[in-house]
């Protein structure tokens, strides 16, 4: 199995920056798809970003693009996501999860992580 633990969570103001990170242990020598989601306080956990085993893929969120980027460095067994023009409604729980099928559906994506809480204040 795959375990994933993010961190880079914080508080920062609106117009704020963060990086996330999402580090895999395990059997992290299978090739997957990584994804991020959050879930806000009151709602539904919404997908944020997917990218393929080997970056060659990205699918974002309209609410995130433009200001939201994914990048996985496979040696170090990382996704990152870095998050830049934060705005209050991006504050929610942060988590990272894997997709062993490598076909980015939403409904693959498992092993989550303890998730990060990202704060934006305004």
């Known amino acids: 199995q795959v375990q994933l633990v993010e961190s880079g969570g914080g508080l920062v103001q609106a117009g704020g920056s963060l990086r996330l990170s999402c580090t895999a242990s395990g059997r992290t020598f299978i090739r997957y798809a990584t994804g991020w989601f959050r879930q806000a306080p009151g709602k539904e956990r919404e997908f944020v970003v997917g990218?393929?085993?080997?970056?060659?893929?990205?699918d974002y969120a309209d609410s995130v693009k433009g200001r939201f980027t994914i990048s996985r460095d496979n040696a170090k067994n990382t996704v990152y996501l870095q998050m830049k023009s934060l705005k209050p409604e991006d504050t929610a729980v942060y988590y990272c999860a894997a997709d062993f099928s490598n076909t980015l559906s939403v409904a693959a994506f498992g092993s989550w992580g303890q998730g990060t809480q990202v704060t934006v204040s305004s």
């Open positions: 990218i393929s085993w080997n970056g060659g893929r990205t």
